[in-house]
């Protein structure tokens, strides 16, 4: 089935720095969503991208879907206490029997120190 | 603007027992999906809904789970014979009909399921 690797697992940052993380699959995706889980809670949608090589910014958030259609960046810019929190990735297969259904990554666990 | 609500948002029963979760989507929304949760994992998908339509169900949802959406709009998701490895977060998800809504999802708080 398609797997999703999201890499870092975690990170610790003080405030202010910015912050990178990825996740690639074996599998193409016709689309990929950013979310952010804050604990006990839902995940909320930060970003959903479109096509292979667009980039698109939410706010102080940019996201980049991969040329290859097999991966995807999150980069967060001047990070704040606020930003604390679970990162996952999530990609949309291209159609068949899996349309419905988004893959998730493992998350990337977001530490930011005052 | 109503999200999508779940309820009850914590639910802890003894194995074997049956449980029912309740799922009311974003208003407009005619796509409903459930999935679970487990502790340091991404959310799995189990099954989605189109208006009443079951159109997809994954290899996780066994025989003891049955999901509905009998009217095209709140969903339930029932476990029977409740297992402690059904212990994790349900949480259900909605979307718009039509590109590109159909591939935005928006997740509700979740329930929370502990089985003693």
């Known amino acids: 089935g398609q797997q999703l690797n999201q890499s870092p697992q975690s990170m610790f940052i003080q405030e202010g720095e910015d912050v990178s993380m990825n996740c690639t699959s074996s599998?193409?995706?016709?689309?990929w969503l950013w979310y952010k889980q804050d604990p006990g809670e839902g995940p909320v949608l930060l970003i959903a991208l479109y096509k292979a090589g667009e980039l698109t910014s939410n706010g102080r958030l940019t996201a980049q879907f991969g040329i290859t259609r097999k991966d995807s960046f999150l980069n967060i810019s001047a990070s704040i206490p606020s930003d604390v929190g679970i990162y996952f990735c999530?990609?949309?297969?291209?159609?068949?029997?899996?349309?419905?259904?988004?893959?998730f990554g493992q998350g990337t666990i977001l530490t930011v120190h005052p | 603007d109503t999200g999508v609500s779940q309820d009850p948002r914590h639910k802890i029963t003894k194995r074997g027992q049956n449980v029912t979760f309740r799922c009311d989507p974003i208003?407009?929304?005619?796509?409903l999906y459930w999935y679970r949760q487990t502790l340091g994992q991404g959310p799995e998908f189990l099954t989605y809904f189109q208006n009443e339509a079951q159109l997809e169900k994954s290899r996780l949802l066994s025989d003891r789970f049955s999901a509905e959406r009998p009217k095209g709009s709140f969903s339930t998701l029932e476990i029977q014979r409740t297992e402690q490895g059904d212990s994790a977060m349900y949480l259900c998800?909605?979307?718009?009909?039509?590109?590109?809504?159909?591939?935005?999802?928006?997740f509700g708080p979740g329930t929370r399921l502990t089985v003693l």
């Open positions: 998800a909605s979307s718009l009909p039509g590109q590109p809504g159909d591939n935005e999802q928006f």
């Open positions: 599998s193409i995706f016709n689309t």
């Open positions: 208003s407009e929304h005619n796509r």
């Open positions: 999530a990609g949309r297969g291209a159609g068949g029997t899996s349309y419905g259904k988004l893959t």
